[in-house]
């Protein structure tokens, strides 16, 4: 499966961004998936993860209230909607399919990544 990030950019603190991540090649159905960042001179770091059917999600301490994952498998497209952004939230954000339909937050764990959309958050 192949995966292309989109909807980064330059936003005001405060502000908002909806990322999305368009899958081609199989089904979207067939895999959990992850978003994931990587800030400069960090390490990549789990950001949110949903299960096959949108029922379960999951997302770190940081950014919870503030993100929301979501995926629209007839659309082949998952999403990612970053309210009260932070400057501490600008990174390269990664999308990321395992296998198994399950959801996890280890990045071994993830077998497609999508080229990373950059989201800068100006204070």
């Known amino acids: 499966v192949q995966l292309q990030a989109s909807g980064g950019g330059l936003v005001q603190a405060g502000g908002s961004v909806r990322l999305s991540c368009a899958a081609s090649?199989?089904?979207?159905?067939?895999?959990?998936m992850g978003w994931f960042r990587q800030a400069p001179g960090k390490e990549r770091e789990f950001v949110a993860a949903?299960?096959?059917?949108?029922?379960?999600?999951y997302v770190v301490d940081s950014v919870k209230g503030r993100f929301t994952i979501s995926r629209d498998n007839a659309k082949n497209t998952v999403y990612l909607q970053m309210n009260a952004l932070k400057a501490e939230d600008t990174a390269v954000y990664y999308c990321?399919?395992?296998?198994?339909?399950?959801?996890?937050?280890?990045?071994?764990?993830?077998?497609?990544w999508g080229r990373g959309t950059q989201v800068t958050v100006s204070s």
């Open positions: 990321a399919a395992k296998h198994g339909r399950s959801w996890d937050w280890t990045i071994a764990e993830y077998d497609y």
């Open positions: 949903i299960e096959w059917s949108g029922s379960f999600t």
């Open positions: 090649g199989r089904a979207l159905s067939n895999y959990g």
